[in-house]
Nanobody, 121 residues
Framework: QVQLVESGGGLVQAGGSLRLSCAAS????????MGWFRQAPGKEREFVAA????????THADSVKGRFTISRDNAKNTVYLQMNGLQTEDTAVYYC??????????????WGQGTQVTVSS
């Protein structure tokens, strides 16, 4: 069974930066597509970014492109989300996910519990 644990969330002022981490346990996820999603209060969960098993293919939602960057360290079984230029509309619970068949299908099998990111104006 795969477990995903997010960390790195918190309160930051607009324009600031945070780096989220997602540590996986249970088995190696080196060949597994991983992604980040977020859910703001009263809104549906939305895709943020995804990365292939090798790390060579990355995709980011238009709303975060140029500000957020997904990366991974397979030796540490960890995926990251570097968030720069944070805006109040980025406030949400951020979830890590693993096990999508393809980057485009977004049918992830495993999910973390989420970490809160709050951006103040």
């Amino acid at each position: 069974q795969v477990q995903l644990v997010e960390s790195g969330g918190g309160l930051v002022q607009a324009g600031g930066s945070l780096r989220l981490s997602c540590a996986a346990s249970g088995r190696s996820l080196a060949a597994t597509i991983m992604g980040w999603f977020r859910q703001a209060p009263g809104k549906e969960r939305e895709f943020v970014a995804a990365i292939s098993g090798s790390g060579h293919i990355k995709t980011h939602a238009d709303s975060v492109k140029g500000r957020f960057t997904i990366s991974r360290d397979n030796a540490k079984n960890t995926v990251y989300l570097q968030m720069n230029g944070l805006q109040t509309e980025d406030t949400a619970v951020y979830y890590c996910a693993a096990g999508s068949r393809l980057i485009t299908t977004r049918d992830y099998k495993y999910w973390g519990q989420g970490t809160q990111v709050t951006v103040s104006s």
